[in-house]
């Protein structure tokens, strides 16, 4: 099959791009950066050049349907948040896709949204209040708590508050009184990230992964998968209530009362670790868009550590803002030594495809002349596929038209 992803700049771009290259397929990408991520593997075939999705979706999705019907693509694949206007253009599309109904979506996309569906369905979250107005916290009691937007991307419209003055100073930031907000009390215990692919509303393969340690962005750069008795259930009952189809991941604390979910992802999300352990997401998922039937998987096998080089050596200029640090960091992932003993590399595996190397030799290099660069390269993995509150707004316009 000749696939196109919808973006190459995420992480999740870059694992699926090699998952599928690995089936066997034609992977291109679409893109609004030429230096992505995912155009540094042998597995991608081409770039195609895009309109910035976040700024302008519909000029996004008429570049994207234009350029699959010139490649006479069997399959548009989401891989970020391009699947909120694919969704919602889902019954007019001029090229296959995965997505849910916009119904569905829309349930799940914002935070506030999210909090309610996850109300109905009895899924665990820590205590969360949606507040309007400044005056509305005053009635927060419990610190430490988490300010949440509506609407954003990779832990972009987040930030934690200690006390009262810093939850205000969050919500005058955030611009409360204008939007709705959430507040939600800290859980306590490590992250975990789960994922779900679904078909019409039956889930079909899921897994989780613990976040052993933290990168850049809060990202994951060591990864070990975990089995969560019960939780199967919970996902089942949310995607049967939504009527799923496709991907969709969900963050949670491990609490010592169980885990508690603290986001919701309307997509796939980095599927390596699955893979490694012994669920493959990413042929789920192809199932999922009929090219052969979707039969459930058994979960994977607990133990198996995954890596992501690049996210510990951004992650090691961010957190600890110097060379030493940076290529310390870098020595330990690249020889898997220390933390990362016994673990693979799940984003850019260079065995077989040595450009795969390319973003890390660069980064460390970057980040050897100034570690603060670390800055840049988040900002442009994030940029290209992030959806904006106005981005938002135009794609529920239009849905509701």
């Known amino acids: 099959m000749r696939i196109l992803l919808s973006e190459g700049s995420g992480l999740t771009s870059r694992q699926v791009a090699g998952r599928l290259g690995s089936l066997g397929n034609e992977v291109e990408i679409l893109s609004s950066s030429k230096l992505c991520l995912t155009r540094f593997t042998r597995h991608v075939k081409a770039v195609h050049d895009v309109p910035r999705f976040g700024l302008d979706p519909f000029g996004w999705l008429a570049a994207a349907e234009h350029i699959a019907d010139q490649r006479k693509a069997d399959l548009l694949f989401p891989t970020q948040e391009q699947v909120t206007v694919l969704s919602a253009r889902r019954q007019h599309l001029r090229v296959a896709s995965i997505v849910p109904p916009f119904a569905s979506l829309a349930r799940v996309q914002d935070k506030i949204a999210a909090l309610r569906t996850l109300t109905d369905v009895g899924a665990p979250q820590p205590q969360t209040v949606v507040v309007s107005t400044m005056d509305d916290l005053s009635d927060i009691e419990t610190y430490p708590v988490f300010v949440k937007r509506p609407i954003s991307t ?23 009184g204008s939007s709705e907000l959430i507040v939600q009390s800290q859980a306590t215990g490590p992250l975990a990230m789960v994922q779900a692919v679904a078909n019409k509303g039956r889930l079909v393969a899921h897994h989780a992964c613990l976040r052993v340690r933290e990168g850049i962005g809060g990202g994951a750069s060591l990864k070990e998968s975990i089995v969560l008795p019960g939780f199967a259930g919970v996902l089942a009952r949310l995607v049967a209530a939504l009527d799923w189809h496709g991907g969709l991941s969900v963050d949670v604390i491990m609490t010592d009362s169980g885990p508690v979910i603290i986001d919701v992802n309307p997509r796939l999300v980095e599927p390596a670790n699955a893979h490694a352990a012994g669920v493959d997401l990413v042929a789920a998922m192809l199932e999922a868009a009929g090219v052969s039937p979707a039969e459930p998987r058994p979960p994977g096998v607990a133990g198996v550590r995954t890596r992501q080089t690049l996210l510990a050596i951004l ?3 961010e957190h600890l803002g110097t060379r030493a640090g940076v290529w310390r960091e870098a020595r330990d992932a690249i020889c898997a030594r220390r933390d990362f003993a016994g673990s693979v590399e799940e984003l850019t595996p260079i065995t077989g495809d040595p450009v795969a190397a390319v973003p890390v030799a660069v980064a460390l ?5 100034s570690p603060s660069l670390w800055r840049k390269f988040h900002a442009d993995a994030v940029g290209p596929y992030a959806v904006t509150p106005k981005a938002w707004s135009e794609i529920l316009a239009a849905a509701e038209s």
């Open 315 to 317: 992650g090691a200029a």
């Open 365 to 369: 290099v970057a980040l050897s002349i």
């Open 154 to 176: 990779a832990s972009s419209g987040v930030r934690r508050a200690t006390n009262p003055q810093e939850l205000e100073a969050a919500g005058r930031a955030f611009g409360l």
